[in-house]
Every structure is written in C-alpha cells, then in structure tokens.
C-alpha cells in the first residue's frame, strides 16, 4: 500500500532558528511530491515537486526532492512565530488523489 | 472570490442524527474530494467525484453518501452519526483527478456528542 511518513511528529524552536521537515514516501507510480502549510483552516499550497535535486524555493522555505532515496525535505531559515502550523507533506500516485503523511506540528516561540 | 467553500464550518449534533455538509467550487474544475481529519491530523482520502462521477470511494461506511449535482457542487449526507465520526471534513477541487496539488475549503468540524 502506497505511504507516506513525516519526520519529525513534532517540533519546538525558536524565533531564528532554522528547522529541517523529513518525508519519506513509497508509492507505485510516483508523479510529484507536494508540500502543505496548514494553520488553523485549510492546508495552503506551499511547493510542488517532480524533479530531484531540484531545489524549489520561496523566501525562507525550501524544499528538495531525492527521488532514488525516495524523500523530501522542506527548510525553513530564520524561524518566525508566523511560522507556527502543521507542515503536510503529500504524493501524487497518479491514481486521481494525493495520499498525505501524518504531518509535522512545528511551533516557534519568541 | 475565487475559491472552494464548504458550510457549515461547525456541526455539533447528537448521536444518531443525520446531517449534511455542502461544498462548493468556482474554479472550474473538474474534480472534487472529501477528506478527513482526525485528531492526530492525519487527512484521509473519502471520496472523489470527476466531473459528477464517483472515482474514488475508499471504504467509508455506507453511511456517507456524497453527491454531486454539478461540477461545482459535491456535498456529504452522512446517517446515523456515530461518535468516531467527530473530525474536521475538508473539501477541496483540483483540475484534473490528482492533479497538481488541491484547493482546499476552510474545513467543517463535526463533533457528536
């Protein structure tokens, strides 16, 4: 059965800190990775992935794709309380849905 | 505004009852989703419907029935509520059927008391 794993569960840092989210998948018919930002409401896009060693990114985030090692990870740089959500990574398997992982709980104190 | 929009964005409702949720899109999309979130945020594929044909339909009870009066449209009727049926239930539409990440609607929490 196709997964997806994040890592860690959960996270607590500091403002400036810089943290480093883990997603493993497996899954039969890979098409693209994505990644998630999910406050209170809905998960908001963040990046989509299909290249590896492609490093895609958006002010302090970034993210990368290893597709022979079967992960990604998603950095965020200089942390800001703003930052506080749970980050969702997710697989596109090519069969009509996005399979999600557990997601990570990130909270930055000032 | 362009966006998915599900209503109510809260449900408190007794055991047993029967309620619905709607969700409605104005992106042009072809397809829509029912997900679920549990408690420990895990967000699970319910349904999907391609242009009002059903898809996808991962083992849910019998007591979700989804239905898609258009394109745009794709509500949850859900019987008989049960307690494990308390999460929040997020819409979402996409272009194509998994295709290059969701829209998702604002999320409806269910608590059954």
């Known amino acids: 059965e196709d997964k997806v794993v994040q890592s860690p569960l959960s996270l607590v840092v500091h403002e400036g800190d810089t943290v480093t989210l883990n997603c493993s998948y497996e899954v039969t018919n890979f098409r693209s990775l994505l990644w998630y930002k999910q406050e209170k409401k809905a998960p908001t896009f963040l990046f989509m992935l299909t290249s590896s060693g492609i490093e895609k990114k958006s002010g302090r985030l970034s993210s990368i794709l290893d597709k022979k090692e079967l992960f990604s990870i998603l950095n965020i740089t200089a942390t800001q309380t703003g930052d506080s959500a749970i980050y969702l990574c997710a697989v596109d398997n090519q069969g009509g849905k996005l399979i999600f992982g557990q997601g990570t709980e990130l909270s930055v104190k000032p | 505004d362009t966006a998915v929009s599900q209503t109510p964005k809260y449900l408190v409702t007794q055991m047993g009852n029967d309620k619905s949720i709607k969700c409605e899109q104005n992106?042009?999309?072809?397809?829509m989703y029912w997900y679920k979130q549990d408690s420990k945020k895990f967000l699970k594929i319910m349904f999907s419907y391609n242009n009002k044909e059903l898809i996808i339909n991962e083992t849910v009870p019998n007591r979700f029935s989804p239905k898609s009066p258009d394109k745009a449209h794709l509500n949850l009727h859900i019987n008989s509520l049960e307690l494990g049926d308390s999460a929040v239930y997020f819409c979402?539409?996409?272009?194509?059927?998994?295709?290059?990440?969701?829209?998702f609607g604002s999320g409806t929490r269910l608590t059954v008391v």
């Open positions: 979402a539409s996409s272009l194509y059927p998994g295709s290059y990440g969701y829209t």
């Open positions: 992106l042009g999309h072809d397809t």
